[in-house]
């Protein structure tokens, strides 16, 4: 934002002193309309130059969690699940989950069933399962952050780790 900012008013304090100094020929017709289109020129320069300063910034590794997924009781009662099979809106999967609150409440989540979900078993856990969400997103620290012009969709998840406990994850069924 930066960029833009001084780009156009360096180009407007260039227009004003041509035309005092008589160098800006177009200016002594219209001066207000000279000063005006080399304003909007270096104000294009500056959002051409923001933008290709936000190609330049730098990424960095984001990670939320561990978040505590409990499982549900099935009909029965007896047994129950930490990831709820696989609903389809419009042909995209998406598993189903359970997320433990910090005040015990239990909030439903969902996350496209994809090769950036990892399930995994681990024999320490008891009862209770983890979420680790993994991200890519542009460093708003940077010193050029300020001076580039970006969006979120560069931001984006590249892993989404389950840890369940063991015997949760079903490797083994027939179809009868």
Not at 121 to 140: A, Y
């Amino acid at each position: 934002m930066y960029t833009i900012i001084t780009c156009t008013i360096l180009g407007l304090t260039l227009a004003v002193t041509l035309w005092r100094k008589g160098k800006l020929s177009a200016a002594r017709l219209e001066p207000g309309l000279a000063i005006s289109l080399i304003g909007l020129l270096c104000f294009e320069v500056g959002l051409a130059i923001a933008m290709l300063l936000s190609l330049a910034l730098p990424e960095k590794e984001v990670v939320t969690g561990p978040q505590t997924i409990v499982s549900m009781k099935s009909a029965d009662g007896s047994t129950g699940t930490f990831i709820m099979g696989s609903g389809s809106i419009k042909s995209g999967r998406t598993l189903h989950y359970m997320l433990l609150s910090a005040n015990g409440s239990v909030v439903p989540h969902s996350v496209p069933a994809n090769q950036l979900v990892h399930i995994t078993e681990d024999g320490s856990l008891k009862n209770s399962g983890t979420v680790t969400v993994t991200r890519i997103e542009w460093d708003r620290d940077s010193f050029l952050n300020n001076w580039s012009i970006f969006n979120d969709t560069k931001d984006r998840t590249v892993r989404i780790d389950f840890r369940v406990p063991v015997g949760t994850v079903v490797q083994r069924f027939s179809v009868q």
